[in-house]
């Protein structure tokens, strides 16, 4: 078995008011130097093996249902490490 | 003879019996659709009713595109059918691809529900031929994600092909880019709002009748057809 990270995240441009409302709540908590906090999502997909034709897949599921290419980026790659 | 027009209930979908009620009242036989079919049951038009559809999971409206009957509604969508996505509607026909740009969350990170005026741009689309071209009327609006948002090339060409349908008047609730409130596809049949036009179909309850029109124009343009 295999892992496979997709990381999505809001496009640059993109207001993400979510990280913006943690980014306010760090101050109240004490903690300074933080200037932007920018929040994604992150999936975690349990695939036989990370093959070529298994990443291509995961790609099209990313671009397809798990991002919304208008508003959003991601990036997909296999977990390295051992499996939890 | 009336006009059938079809509502769509996803799970999650909230004002599906309002809209239904909207289509009555503006003179047309509402017919329930169900998420899971892959059928029109033959509608003349289609609208997609507000709510939380799969409880807004993943992103509003993703996981609705993919409900069996959003292949038939695309279809008729590219056919000429007239099709309304009122709200959550909106949000999935936009992540059906059947309209330009996305929803986002509110800029001021808050729900909002407020008697909305709008601006009506296109007097000229399916579903807004009972307007005039500046008409102003007020609906409710309540929505968590109505920010609409499209890249700079995308908002230059709706704005140049007369695209934007509704627009906000006053204040700008959500931070919705160029103060818009719904758009249109190319053709005009397919048309996006946020705001509910289907609450505002009588005065007993709501701002007013405003929203009566958007369900008139489909109606009266399905029986002059």
């Known amino acids: 078995m295999a892992r496979i990270i997709v990381d999505v995240m809001p496009k640059p441009e993109i207001l993400d008011p979510q990280g913006k409302a943690v980014h306010g709540a760090l101050p109240r908590l004490g903690f300074t130097g933080v200037s932007d906090v920018r929040q994604g999502k992150r999936f975690e997909l349990e695939v036989e093996s990370a093959d070529e034709t298994t990443l291509a897949e995961v790609d099209r599921i990313a671009a397809t249902l798990l991002s919304n290419p208008v508003i959003e980026d991601y990036a997909v790659r296999v977990e390295s490490g051992e499996p939890a | 003879m009336s006009a059938r027009v079809g509502v769509v209930t996803f799970p999650g979908s909230l004002d599906d019996v ?63 059918v007239p099709v309304l996505g009122i709200c959550n509607g909106f949000q999935v026909l936009c992540e059906s691809h059947l309209l330009p740009g996305a929803l986002i969350r509110n800029d001021h990170r808050t729900f909002i529900c407020r008697d909305q005026v709008l601006r009506v741009e296109n007097a000229d689309t399916a579903w807004t031929r009972d307007y005039s071209a500046g008409q102003e009327i007020t609906i409710p609006l309540k929505n968590g994600e109505g920010g609409f948002v499209a890249d700079a090339a995308t908002i230059e060409r ?68």
């Open chain 2, 18 to 80: 309002d809209a239904q009620r909207a289509v009555r009242l503006a003179g047309g036989e509402p017919v329930a659709l169900w998420h899971g079919d892959h059928d029109l049951q033959d509608v003349d038009a289609v609208v997609l009713p507000g709510g939380f559809s799969y409880g807004d999971y993943l992103r509003a409206g993703a996981i609705a595109r993919f409900a069996p009957v959003m292949t038939e509604v695309v279809a008729a969508a590219e056919r000429g």
């Open chain 2, 158 to 225: 709706l704005e140049g092909e007369g695209r934007v349908v509704f627009r906000y008047v006053g204040v700008n609730p959500n931070g919705s880019v160029a103060d818009i409130a719904g758009i249109t596809n190319e053709r005009g049949n397919v048309v996006g709002l946020m705001p509910h036009p289907e609450h505002a179909v009588e005065d007993l309850c709501g701002p007013g009748t405003d929203g009566l029109g958007l369900f008139t124009s489909a109606l009266k343009n399905l029986l002059a057809a």
